[in-house]
């Protein structure tokens, strides 16, 4: 099913195109769903960005039923929280 969520949000990236590295995440209202699965999505500073997030984090929650952070990560960092595993995906980066 993680293979599902992460093939979604990189269908999502591929249709809509194309921060602080202080890693701060924030919780999911969906965060204390039982049994929920769960994914880490990085947001980075910019409107557009942020924007795709919401909608992949919509999107995972209500269809998918995954419970879904964020978590905000300079655009060059956030590929070594990815290569990490601190973050399942990066939807948008510049860097």
Request: charged share 15%; glycine share 10%; net charge negative.
């Amino acid at each position: 099913m993680r293979v599902r969520a992460i093939a979604g949000v990189g269908a999502l990236l591929l249709l809509t195109g194309c921060g602080a590295a202080d890693m701060t995440k924030q919780a999911s209202p969906f965060a204390n769903a039982q049994g929920a699965k769960s994914l880490t999505l990085s947001v980075q500073s910019w409107v557009g960005a942020q924007a795709n997030v919401a909608v992949a984090q919509y999107l995972l929650e209500h269809k998918l039923g995954y419970r879904v952070d964020t978590v905000q990560v300079d655009e060059v960092p956030a590929w070594d929280a990815l290569s990490q595993g601190r973050v399942d995906a990066i939807l948008e980066d510049w860097g």
